[in-house]
């Protein structure tokens, strides 16, 4: 889980496959973030999802949320090389802030 | 749509001296503004949160000393490194929000910052 962990987490899978990366939280939230950072470019949001939704879907990408155990995952459908990036869950702290897990490094190969 | 410029892209100074970056919101409203910056190893740190017309929040670690920030509009804000050492190298990023949107952060490239 991205919060539990001090490091980046890598994980390479095999072009068609599914994924699911997992975040686990602390501090009480309403909403938890999942971005996208590619290499040499900021992070850009692609799923939002709230405490009153427990699953989300965009695409190929479904989030959900649970917040009785506090954790929230991310999962990819038959994955693409173009999803190779740095993903990254985040959730709002005190007074507006956003705390970034410390990511995963997803590898997606042909 | 919404998009965060943020310059200069790279940056090279020498220890003790500073330098200046700028992030300019395009296509909304920048209520408030994160300031991050990213380590190699991809964590985050959030330097300071500024929100216009409130006091600019720094968190532990970072100071206005350090780190002075203005925020004079809702398109823009520019952060100061002053006295850059190696330890504050990394991936300065502004992250910006428009709260007539959600909670979302829109995101620069990143100023990169080296010291020699």
């Known amino acids: 889980s991205q919060w539990g962990e001090e490091n980046l987490q890598a994980l390479s899978i095999q072009e068609g496959e599914d994924v699911t990366m997992n975040c686990s939280y602390k501090?009480?939230?309403?909403?938890v973030h999942w971005y996208r950072q590619d290499s040499g470019r900021g992070p850009a949001l692609i799923i939002l999802?709230?405490?009153?939704?427990r699953e989300k879907r965009s695409g190929r990408l479904r989030a959900t949320l649970d917040t009785s155990s506090q954790s929230s995952s991310l999962s990819i459908t038959a994955a693409q090389c173009e999803d190779t990036a740095v993903y990254f869950c985040?959730?709002?702290?005190?007074?507006?802030?956003?705390?970034f897990g410390t990511g995963t490094l997803l590898s997606v190969k042909p | 749509g919404a998009l965060v410029y943020q310059y200069p892209r790279r940056t090279i100074c020498k220890s003790g001296t500073s330098m200046r970056m700028e992030c300019q919101a395009v296509?909304?409203?920048?209520?408030?503004v994160a300031w991050y910056r990213q380590s190699p190893q991809k964590t985050f740190e959030l330097i300071a949160l500024?929100?216009?017309?409130?006091?600019?929040?720094?968190e532990q670690n970072f100071t206005q000393e350090k780190f002075p920030i203005s925020h004079p509009n809702l398109s823009f804000s520019s952060m100061t490194v002053l006295n850059a050492y190696l330890e504050d190298r990394g991936l300065y990023l502004c992250g910006a929000r428009d709260r007539g949107v959600d909670e979302r952060l829109f995101f620069g490239h990143g100023t990169k910052l080296s010291v020699l």
């Open positions: 985040a959730h709002g702290g005190s007074g507006n802030k956003l705390i």
């Open positions: 501090t009480y939230t309403t909403v």
């Open positions: 500024s929100t216009v017309n409130s006091a600019i929040k720094y």
């Open positions: 296509g909304f409203q920048a209520t408030s």
């Open positions: 999802i709230r405490s009153n939704e």
